[in-house]
């Protein structure tokens, strides 16, 4: 049984360095965005194709530390960055209803799932839709009229043939996102992120998430959370090292009540990231849950309650 050591091979707390990435995005959104209309009905300053971030591995795990990503809630039984990785356990195994995607341990969907924003779609109440992240993931449709499981294919592919430049997920199913005159969207949220660009390198594997859309105050550190544990998952379960987690988002915004926040997050302090640790007694993908997640050394700032959320 490999070690965690040997699949994430983190330094010690005292060797990493704070990490300004996040910053840095958020700073560029502000300073070089333009103030758009958004579908939710709030204006959102949008900075096209924002600067990358990119976060090798062994400088910890990219949870943000200047707002709380593991607060004790007390309507919940789990953390943001719990939530986070339970939801992408819930996408890889295709689930697609709220009521799934809360046995994995996700409970952020209800507002995007209502009755309204269901019927609207011609969906069951609760239902994302088959345009959802999970269809794609786990049940993509073929012209031969069956699902292709694109994770199963990558973990195999890369097992096989770890040198193509070809190992690559997408969530968007595209007659099931489009919208415009005779046309009916069938998923209530188009997916936002998930494009995946996996590279092996000398046995080291870099996991690049493309993301279309990106509510950069609130969405977007629960995002790196969750990508990044799959790039620990990938790599245990093919062999490799979990060595960098590239994210770049292509419409990356903040909502015009959200500047706020933003401006104390800037004059916080960051601190070193955190240790993530992973069970490596699983060997097959899908059988992962946030259970099988360990924080620790995670130096924080106090959460900030008062960022809103655009529905």
């Known amino acids: 049984m490999p070690k965690f050591e040997d699949i994430v091979p983190m330094k010690p707390l005292s060797e990493r360095t704070p990490d300004d990435q996040y910053k840095n995005m958020l700073r560029d959104v502000l300073k070089n965005g333009e103030v758009a209309k958004s579908q939710q009905g709030v204006d959102a300053i949008t900075r096209m194709a924002s600067i990358p971030m990119r976060f090798k591995l062994e400088n910890g795990f990219p949870m943000i530390t200047e707002r709380n990503m593991a607060p004790q809630m007390s309507k919940l039984p789990v953390t943001i960055w719990e939530q986070a990785i339970g939801e992408i356990c819930a996408f890889i195994n295709g689930v697609r209803t709220v009521e799934e995607l809360e046995k994995f341990g996700c409970y952020w969907w209800d507002a995007w799932c209502t009755e309204e924003k269901c019927s609207k779609r011609g969906l069951e109440t609760g239902d994302i839709g088959p345009g959802s992240y999970g269809a794609a993931f786990h049940d993509f449709p073929t012209a031969e009229g069956t699902n292709f499981n694109q994770f199963q294919h990558i973990v195999e592919q890369i097992k096989e043939e770890p040198q193509l430049r070809t190992h690559f997920v997408s969530p968007w199913i595209p007659q099931y996102t489009g919208r415009g005159k005779g046309k009916q969207q069938k998923v209530t949220v188009c997916p936002c992120h998930g494009w995946l660009n996996i590279r092996i390198i000398n046995n080291n594997l870099t996991l690049h998430m493309m993301q279309r859309s990106g509510d950069t105050p609130i969405g977007v550190p629960s995002n790196m959370v969750q990508y990044a544990a799959l790039t620990?998952?990938?790599?245990?379960?093919?062999?490799?090292?979990?060595?960098?987690?590239?994210?770049?988002?292509?419409?990356?915004?903040?909502?015009?009540?959200?500047?706020?926040?933003?401006?104390?997050?800037?004059?916080?302090?960051?601190?070193?990231?955190?240790?993530?640790?992973?069970?490596?007694?699983?060997?097959?993908?899908?059988?992962?849950?946030?259970?099988?997640?360990?924080?620790?050394?995670?130096?924080?700032?106090?959460?900030?309650?008062?960022?809103?959320?655009?529905?």
């Open 232 to 311: 620990m998952m990938l790599a245990h379960v093919t062999g490799t090292k979990a060595y960098e987690y590239v994210h770049t988002i292509s419409d990356a915004h903040i909502y015009v009540d959200q500047v706020p926040a933003v401006e104390k997050i800037l004059a916080r302090e960051s601190f070193p990231f955190p240790t993530m640790k992973i069970n490596t007694e699983k060997t097959n993908l899908f059988d992962f849950r946030k259970e099988d997640f360990e924080l620790s050394d995670y130096q924080t700032h106090p959460g900030i309650k008062s960022i809103p959320v655009a529905i």
